[in-house]
């Protein structure tokens, strides 16, 4: 419904919709002439990294990441097939990453975090808007290959761990909330909800990121087990 209102401003050219779609549009990477940052020069359709291990890889998602999402917006915005297209593209050559080359590097869950998260976002918008063809029309092919080869092996390896310091694990709850609502798993998403909300297994309650652990109310002296006035 966001988009759709955002959309009927943008058409009926009102402000500041209207500006900011200009400034949208007027980047490189919302042009019709895009491709992956991460293709192989003799068959752009697979990763030339297929591995996740490291901060190069890291810099080609946050590059194709973004683009994708700009491609995405543009499709929506104009209803031009190419830029569905490109982000189709690009979405589908990250979805086929090798799950078993995924091996976590230092800070990966909190400097890949965000990039991860807005290329299953990308995903999940795809699948949600209309194709005008066939041939990029969101499959149950591209949920299974999408999911196996870069949703699961990415949050299992990067962002599945519950005691990092307080805004640290903020970071990696971002791309593991949005990989259980696309694989519209239930189970999971509890799991990320209740370490958001209470981590009630966190190892370091002091230094947890959930909310109950954030916000506490505090009305005992810990040392003393004095109360405290509010």
């Known amino acids: 419904q966001m988009l759709e209102d955002a ?77 569905r297209a490109n982000a189709m593209r690009i979405v589908r050559l990250w979805s086929k990453m090798d799950p078993a080359k995924f091996k976590a590097y230092n800070e990966v869950y909190i400097h ?26 969101w499959t149950d092919e591209d949920t299974t290959a999408f999911s196996n080869n870069f949703v699961i092996p990415g949050v299992t390896n990067f962002f599945d761990y519950n005691g990092w310091f307080m805004n640290q694990n903020g970071f990696a709850y971002a791309p593991a909330i949005a990989g259980a609502i696309f694989r519209s798993d239930s189970q999971d998403f509890a799991k990320r909800v209740e370490r958001f909300t209470v981590n009630k297994d966190g190892p370091n309650k002091g230094s947890s990121f959930s909310i109950k652990d954030l916000a506490r109310l505090v009305d005992t002296n810990a040392l003393t087990g004095e109360e405290v006035a509010n």
């Open 7 to 83: 959309r009927d401003q943008i058409l009926a050219k009102r402000e500041p919709w209207h500006s900011g779609f200009v400034k949208l549009a007027s980047s490189p990477r919302s042009s019709k002439n895009v491709a992956s940052a991460n293709r192989r020069r003799d068959d752009p359709t697979r990763p030339e990294m297929d591995a996740f291990q490291n901060a190069s890889v890291e810099g080609r998602l946050k590059t194709d990441s973004d683009t994708a999402l700009r491609q995405t917006l543009m499709f929506w915005f104009t209803g031009e097939e190419i830029y």
């Open 112 to 137: 890949c975090s965000f990039a991860f998260k807005d290329m299953i976002m990308v995903a999940e918008l795809l699948r949600g808007m209309e194709s005008p063809s066939r041939e990029w029309a």
